[in-house]
């Protein structure tokens, strides 16, 4: 069965320190990953993504980590602003980008 | 641009009223979706659509959910009758093509079904 997992389920962070977010997947064959990341009451937006030949992707502060021997991805955040609190969820591609499995996500909350 | 519209914002209905959700996608995307978002089973596709025309439909939950993209800038996801189990978060999504592409998401419409 296709399935996404993330860890944790939620995770509370001071200003300024760094943090990893985890996303195991069963997705097979495999298309692409996405992160997306949705603010309270918004839909989610994309940060990267990432197909069967990339191993990381960075956009700003935040870092994606792909091994898709391993089936594992990890969103790597730097320097956490109060801004990036926020529920992050893996997206895995199954197909050509039309068969998305999506994880339930980790609600950051980051506080000074 | 003014990104992916959708509105209502919110919506309040009883159960067995018809519900119509509305959603103008980015301009010059080709690719649609429609997602439902709750608490214990997260974002879930419902159906896509690719110039127009209904591509993956396997989400859809029942028969009671319909939708229509009657032209390149307009979708309906209409709900009836609606139930309670129906309360969400409705998004719609656009992008460039229907593959590897970035999809943009609009603000959502919740929806609450007494």
């Known amino acids: 069965k296709n399935q996404v997992e993330q860890s944790p389920q939620s995770l509370i962070i001071l200003e300024g320190k760094n943090c990893t977010l985890q996303?195991?997947?069963?997705?097979?064959?495999?298309?692409?990953l996405r992160w997306y990341k949705q603010d309270t009451g918004r839909g989610p937006v994309s940060l990267t993504i990432m197909t069967f030949s990339e191993n990381t992707k960075s956009n700003g502060r935040y870092t994606a980590t792909l091994d898709a021997d391993t089936k594992q991805s990890s969103l790597h955040i730097t320097a956490s602003q109060l801004s990036d609190s926020a529920s992050y969820i893996c997206?895995?591609?199954?197909?050509?980008?039309?068969?998305?499995?999506f994880g339930k996500g980790t609600t950051l909350s980051v506080s000074s | 641009d003014a990104g992916v519209i959708q509105s209502p914002r919110h919506e309040v209905t009883e159960m067995g009223q018809e519900v119509t959700l509305r959603c103008k996608p980015i301009s010059g995307h080709n690719s649609l979706f429609w997602y439902r978002q709750t608490m214990m089973r997260g974002l879930e596709l419902l159906i896509y659509f690719n110039n127009n025309v209904p591509i993956d439909d396997s989400g859809m939950p029942e028969d009671r959910f319909s939708a229509k993209m009657p032209n390149a800038s307009f979708s309906t996801l209409k709900i009836q009758p609606s139930e309670p189990r129906d309360s969400a978060v409705y998004f719609c999504a656009s992008s460039l093509s229907g593959g590897d592409e970035t999809q943009y998401f609009g603000p959502g419409t919740r929806l609450l079904v007494l």
């Open positions: 996303c195991n997947y069963t997705v097979s064959p495999f298309s692409n």
């Open positions: 997206v895995v591609s199954n197909q050509a980008g039309t068969a998305l499995i």
